[in-house]
């Protein structure tokens, strides 16, 4: 009887059922694929971005009318009660137990919050409005006279009704001097605020396009006039 020898068959001779790419063909897939989402990623952010930033300058010039507003309805009301103009937010805030303001608003256009407050001596006059002050000497120029407390250094030396640089230099060190509730300002009183920002804004508000050009004034009759914003 003879038996049958299986031949030996060495595993090195072996060969796969199926042949498989290497597994570094698999890695630089999903790399080059992880690279293609995040460009597109990239770029609808740098096209929603703008229209981002937009909409919420839009909402802050928003809460910046309403404050304004605010401010400028207290001041109205409190000129109403009392018959003169307050001195501090805080008289705005509370006096003889009535209140005039909700609260103590801050700018939401600067960084700080902090305000430009336009002021008024005893008679009423208003002293450093920046509307106001351009509109006359605008009316200044055409009519060739001075109004609403305008001092004669403040005109051109051309007499055209434009100012040299020194004047202009010294009208923003005199304005610049306001800034806060009056206090330290001999028999000044708080008529309105304004944005301390120079940044241009996105909406035109009273035909200004800068932050600090939108006057919230609480007057209801003003000198020379004119209508405050």
Known sequence: MTQRIKPSVSPSRSRPSSQQPPRWQDRGYALLIVMMLATVLLISLSAALPNIYTAGMREREEELIFRGNEYARAITL??????????????????????????????PMSRGGKWRFIHADASGTILDSVTLRRSSATQAGKTGGFALGERAEDSASTGQGERTAPDAEKERSETSAFFGDGKGIQGAFIVGVASTSRRKSIRVWN????????EFIGVEASP???SPG
């Open 224 to 226: 020379a006039g004119m």
């Open 78 to 107: 409190f000129r109403r009660h009392f018959r003169r103009y307050p001195s501090s937010v805080k008289e705005l805030l509370q006096t003889n137990g009535i209140r005039f303001l909700r609260r103590e608003y801050t700018d």
């Open 207 to 214: 035909d200004r396009t800068r932050y600090n050009e939108w």
